[in-house]
């Protein structure tokens, strides 16, 4: 049995595969496959690509098949739709495994980096962080919502927010007292574990040499160091600068016909973590830059004058982003202009 394309649709406990020649003639289908069968089954296969969708587990499934000498490659789910013929078979498991052996063919796609058990171990370390962050966000904004029934209105920002709801505990009648003072040492205890996982996160990212080499970057702190590292290795999945910036999402839209030239918002596409932390360091570049005049800070007060606040922080995101790349692929060579 000639094999050369496997794809897979990955579950919990049933998958299903499907497997192509040269010719592109299916010779495997099996639309059932038991979870405790799958890797007995792929170590079976001669060597071949095996492909499946970046979804929960992928990564572990890709390490688990390259053990055995396939070349396993990831797809972004939104890459394979176009190549699911729902109005021929219908959505089902097959389907989806027969669309993902069709996207993998191609020549032009782009595939997603898989990951080593040290980079998910640390994305755990961030994912738990971000977790913990958005809890005690959605905390104080449902502490305002209960302290504006009571006339008080608190600012947005949450150092704020907790000095005000703590000095208007004494006002509150009741159950509102209770309830709001709860809600502050829930707070607190958040406040703790996102403590705990900062300094996790910065002795991880101290540790490694590619995370030291990113923090040269201005706006780029052991956070996003740390993060980048985990999430694409050393770069080599992607060909530029350029494309790297693309993936996560920092490039913009393009609505080009005609010969004419029409470039929208940023696609927004990739990890939307990365993005939103790439920005922040950007922001805290440019609001630095006031009264400097080193090269950086006069280029991103000058960007602003340009381009007006907020696209000035996404042109300053999209350059960290592309020297980040370069510091993955050059490694200790690279030195930031």
Known sequence: MSIVFVGIDL??????????????????????????KLAELIATLP?????????????????????????VKLIAPKFVVPYRLSGKKGKNDAADAAA???????????FVPVKTEEQQSILCLHRVRQGFVE????????????????????????????????????KLPGYAKISVQNLLDEMRHLDEKVQDYDKMISCVAKENSKSKNLMRIKGVGEV???????????GHDFKSARQFSAWIGLTPSQYSSGGKNRLGKITKAGDSYLRSMLILGARSVLNNAQGKS??????????????????????????????AWAALKKDDQFVPA
């Open 294 to 323: 080193d090269p950086l800070s006069l280029w991103a007060i000058s960007l602003q004058q340009r381009r007006g606040y907020w696209r000035a922080v996404v042109a300053i995101a999209s350059k960290n982003a592309r020297m």
């Open 11 to 36: 579950a919990k406990t049933v998958f299903a595969v499907h497997g192509v020649d040269e010719k592109g003639k299916a010779v495997l289908v099996k639309p059932k496959v038991q979870r405790e």
């Open 224 to 234: 996003i160091a740390s993060l980048i590292v985990a999430l694409v290795g050393s």
């Open 135 to 170: 809890q005690r966000t959605a905390i104080i904004n449902r502490m305002r919502g209960l302290l504006s029934e009571f006339g008080h209105v608190m600012n947005q920002k949450a150092q704020v927010a907790r000095e005000t709801a703590a000095s208007l505990i004494e």
């Open 47 to 71: 060597v071949c690509t095996i492909a499946m969708e970046a979804c929960s587990g992928a990564h572990y499934w890709a390490r688990l098949f390259a053990k055995h000498g396939h070349t």
């Open 100 to 110: 993902i052996c069709e996207a993998v063919q191609r020549p032009d796609m782009r």
